[in-house]
């Protein structure tokens, strides 16, 4: 007898939750900034993920997951803006999986998803250098408000925590 899994009904509930579901314009706009603060955030801990985007400046790299879309334009000092409505992207990624549960079981296992890629070639392969090799240090910027020890602290738990899920998800997959 074949066992189910006990969060096999999250399948059909994502799905029934984001199907249809289209946010108010000010919440998109509000969360594609809050979004573009985030990914310059990191992207200027890593000097060379900046000098690989300065050369790609003023291309548009659109984004898409079934009816979410974000377009980014690429600026001179290689970091990300939010592109002017109707700009024409040089390199589209639409996510092909169109689960949000095996998408964040995708990304729990440190997979990327499935893409479709359209557009320029340069700019897909530094795109996809950034993805592989820039990764966001939330431990150091943790220390920056509560000091080194508890920061290291807090951060090693969290990477617990977060070892024994992939543990979990990977079981159950």
């Given at each position: 007898m074949e066992t189910q899994s006990p969060f096999s009904f999250l399948n059909g509930l994502a799905e029934r939750v984001t199907s249809g579901l289209q946010p108010p314009e000010w919440l998109v706009h509000e969360t594609h900034q809050r979004m573009v603060l985030?990914?310059?955030h990191v992207l200027m801990q890593e000097p060379a993920a900046t000098e690989?985007?300065?050369r790609q400046k003023g291309s548009v790299v659109r984004?898409?997951?079934r009816q979410f879309t974000v377009a980014l334009l690429?600026?001179?000092?290689g970091l990300f803006n939010v592109a002017p409505a109707g700009a024409i992207p040089d390199l589209r990624l639409d996510i092909a999986e169109p689960s949000p549960l095996a998408l964040a079981q995708t990304a729990m296992r440190g997979d990327k998803p499935?893409?479709?890629?359209?557009g320029d070639v340069q700019l897909a392969a530094d795109i996809n250098w950034l993805?592989?090799?820039?990764?966001w240090d939330v431990e150091e910027d943790l220390a920056r408000v509560i000091g080194d020890?508890?920061?290291h602290m807090l951060a090693q738990g969290c990477r617990n925590a977060a070892q024994a899920l992939k543990q979990f998800v990977g079981s159950r997959t």
């Open positions: 985030f990914l310059n690989r985007l300065k984004t898409q997951w690429i600026t001179p000092a499935p893409v479709r890629i359209d993805v592989d090799h820039v990764r020890a508890p920061a």
